[in-house]
């Protein structure tokens, strides 16, 4: 029989007491953290060193209707028309209305978005109907952003870091209130309750429980599956976005080589040689990404190959050594001179678009917790993201959800957790990924999708002596697939970046919201959509 997923068993517990924790040192996590002081401490917890999030890795920019040819209606048509039917009206309608002053907000903080002269340069994107990307350093933008709010954020004596901490569980007091946060400190080894009146998941995405993708390791899915243990409501987590191009090389990471490089003209070409996305889209290498995944996809089966090419070497010379300095330098190590050679690339998983529910604030179904960034879902990408909407994400709805959580008075009463033990997956990381891939991937199935979660909940789980931060991400990775094959079977209709191969067509009957409850038993999600 397969264990409960909590076995409890007594061990020491070091307690320690803030008013606001933040777990997650990308965007959203610091730009919410500036907006909560002056009300009280808060402590900012990162998993690795704080310079890891998927935040950091961003290359590509972040969209605002800035320029002079632009217009917020614009900005707010291209993100709904990405999101196919599914966008949250209202914040889209935020997302693009307080943008602009958001950008303004971190250049004020000293973001050196790349300007020629004194004027900003704007680059495109797939699926812009203008240039409407600011970048830094050519294609270090997510960089430049947190490094941004970093150094604001290290300049505020109410904010604290903690490295190294790995998010255990959510911890509730006996009104059902989110309490405080089990977490490992990696530093002692030991198990810590941070107790505080409100915590706020900004644990970013979900990546890596797939066996392609263009995340960092951190990105295990954390904040998503501990909120689900703990009862927070889960949306649209079938939609995960498939970046076309990150670059195959055999055992090396696969590296994402930016849409901003077809922004400037790049071609996508098959083993033929053949410009190929001609015949997928009218708008070609810059058609909406899930096309551009799926043409790829399609052409590889095809011609039976592992890979198609991005070519770049038709750019003026020096132009991208100078743009994307980044991308330019990271293929070099691998022997690949892009001004005189073709990138080998394939599709990666790249972005989450569901997540832990939320309203506009960031607030949870969960008293007293709140979520934002890529780890929430308030609606605001739909079924898919607009590229470049994720920056604006972190920044616009991290400021929202630090200023609706300030708000919050001390709670009534104090928790008492115990520790706990749970019961982990005995599946190989490998062969999760991998399941995950070929079941839950970028053309998925009825029968490879029921197949994904019956193998996930037939997984044995037992209790570890002393389980280290690698079991805990496996036990979040493990939750993380099954939520995302039962959405997606559930699902039975194509849409965005959900493609299934019996549902080929657009349903009117699920233009709605997919809902996950936990159903307490196991990993039985209950699913309805709204
Ligand atoms: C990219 O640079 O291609 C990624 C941008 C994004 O995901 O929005």
């Keep these: 029989m397969i264990p409960l997923y909590h076995e409890v068993i007594t061990l020491p517990l070091t307690r320690l007491s803030t008013d606001f924790i933040v777990v997650g040192a990308g965007v959203s996590g610091l730009r919410a953290a500036i907006e909560l002081v002056s009300h009280g401490r808060v402590l900012v917890i990162a998993k690795d060193s704080l310079r890891e999030s998927s935040s950091e890795y961003a290359q590509g920019g972040i969209a605002a209707a800035l320029s002079d040819d632009d217009e917020i209606e614009l900005h707010e048509q291209d993100t709904l028309v990405a999101g196919d039917g599914l966008c949250n009206l209202e914040a889209v309608r935020t997302l693009v209305e307080e943008g602009p002053a958001a950008i303004e907000q971190l250049i004020e903080w000293g973001a050196a978005f790349d300007r020629q002269g004194s004027k900003l340069l704007f680059a495109r994107e797939g699926a812009h109907s203008r240039n409407r990307v600011l970048h830094a350093g050519g294609d270090s933008t997510g960089h430049e952003i947190v490094r941004t709010l970093r150094h604001q954020a290290g300049q505020r004596p109410d904010i ?4 190294f901490t790995s998010l255990i569980d959510l911890v509730q007091n006996g009104s059902n209130e989110v309490a405080g946060v089990l977490a490992l400190d990696e530093h002692s080894g030991s198990t810590v309750f941070f107790e505080a009146r409100g915590v706020l998941l900004a644990t970013g995405g979900l990546g890596r429980v797939f066996e392609n993708t263009t995340n960092p390791d951190v990105a295990t899915g954390d904040g998503l599956a501990c909120a689900w243990r703990a009862g927070a409501e889960i949306a649209d987590i079938e939609f995960v976005q498939f970046h076309p191009t990150a670059l195959y090389v055999p055992g090396a990471p ?24 001609e015949r997928y889209h009218p708008l070609k290498e810059l058609a909406p990404r899930d096309v551009v995944a799926r043409a790829i996809t399609a052409e590889m089966q095809r011609l039976g190959t592992r890979h198609v090419f991005l070519d770049v070497t038709h750019f003026a010379p020096g132009f991208v050594q100078k743009r994307f300095p980044r991308i330019y330098e990271t293929c070099l190590r691998y022997g690949i001179d892009l001004s005189s050679m073709q990138a080998p690339v394939s599709p990666a998983a790249h972005y989450a678009m569901g997540g832990i529910r939320t309203d506009l604030f960031g607030r949870t179904n969960l008293a007293r917790l709140y979520a934002a960034g890529e780890a929430a879902c308030t609606g605001v990408h739909g079924a898919n993201r607009l590229a470049s909407n994720s920056l604006l994400e972190g920044v616009v709805f991290g400021a929202r959800a630090g200023s609706a959580m300030a708000e919050l008075s001390p709670a009534n009463s104090t928790a008492e957790p115990t520790q706990t033990n749970p019961a982990f997956p005995q599946i190989a990381e490998h062969e999760l990924r991998s399941l995950t891939w070929r079941n839950c991937g970028i053309v998925r199935n009825r029968s ?27 036990r979040n990775m493990h939750q993380t697939a099954y939520l995302i094959a039962a959405a997606a079977l559930a699902r039975g209709e194509s849409r965005g970046a959900h493609y299934r191969s019996d549902f080929p067509k657009k349903s009117p009957h699920f233009q709605k919201h997919s809902i996950l409850n936990n159903s307490g038993s196991g990993l039985d999600a209950q699913i309805r959509f709204l």
């Design 448 to 474: 490879d999708l029921s197949e994904a979660c019956s193998m996930l909940k037939a997984t044995p789980r037992r209790a570890l002596p002393s389980p280290v931060r690698a079991d805990f991400e496996l």
């Design 254 to 277: 696969r590296f994402l080589l930016s849409e901003a490089l077809r922004g400037e003209g790049a071609y996508l070409r098959n083993a033929s040689g053949e410009r190929f996305m």
């Design 160 to 163: 604290t870091f903690q490295s």
